[in-house]
């Protein structure tokens, strides 16, 4: 079975604060990819990120920035200097085969200027 | 253009009524999706095409009728719909109809409530 794991519901963070929001995943499929979309007031999932289970390389885009650790089954995502703009629920997700994604509960983050 | 758009973006309607909801891509994608999101949860997978084709549907109602009638085009028919069917309804396409790994792309949603 897959899932997805985000245990931090909320977090409110200070504008200009680093922040890092938490994902663990469980399957036992040996190819796998792993996504993170942001989902702002507006209601449009955004994509952000897609990592393949080959590839444990860390990648920084901008201020954004993900750590995939297959050894604890987790692919976090860390915002540096984070800006109102930044406010938003983030999604994890698992896709295994085909089409289907496997969503974690997602983590609403709110920046306070 | 990375865009998938959808309309109406808000749809009040009657527990008798027959109303679409409309989903539009022009990226070449072969595979469209519906999603149902309630507040404060993730999306939920409804139907899945690829290639035109109903490839997945997750034991969804019969009062939610999905249409796909070409490739840039994707319909969600509902009636006799229930209050507790309000929520967001998410539309997505992917560049292949079955491949692993394509990141879905997602249009605004459509805000539906049911009185």
């Known amino acids: 079975a897959q899932k997805v794991t985000q245990a931090q519901t909320e977090i409110s963070v200070v504008e200009k604060e680093d922040v890092t929001l938490d994902c663990v995943y469980e399957t036992r499929d040996t190819t796998y990819y792993l996504f993170w979309y942001k989902q702002p007031p507006s209601g449009e999932l955004v994509f952000l990120i897609r990592?393949?289970?080959?590839?444990?390389q860390n990648e920084i885009s901008g201020r954004y920035s993900w750590n995939f650790q297959k050894s604890t089954s987790s692919f976090n995502f860390t915002i540096t200097a984070s800006q109102v703009v930044d406010s938003a629920v983030y999604f994890c997700a698992l896709s295994v085969t085909g089409n289907q994604f496997y969503f974690g509960t997602g983590t609403s983050l709110t920046v306070i200027p | 253009d990375t865009e998938v758009t959808q309309t109406p973006k808000h749809l009040v309607m009657g527990m008798t009524n027959k109303k679409s909801l409309k989903c539009e891509q022009h990226m070449g994608h072969r595979a469209m999706y519906w999603y149902k999101q309630k507040a404060k949860k993730p999306p939920e997978l409804m139907f899945v095409y690829s290639y035109e084709k109903l490839s997945i549907n997750e034991s969804v109602p019969s009062r939610f009728s999905p249409e796909c009638p070409n490739s840039s085009l994707l319909n969600l028919h509902l009636h006799a719909l229930q209050p507790e069917d309000s929520a967001l309804y998410l539309c997505a396409s992917s560049q292949r109809g079955g491949g692993l790994g394509n990141e879905q792309f997602f249009g605004p949603g459509t805000r539906l409530t049911v009185l």
């Open positions: 990592r393949n289970s080959f590839d444990e």
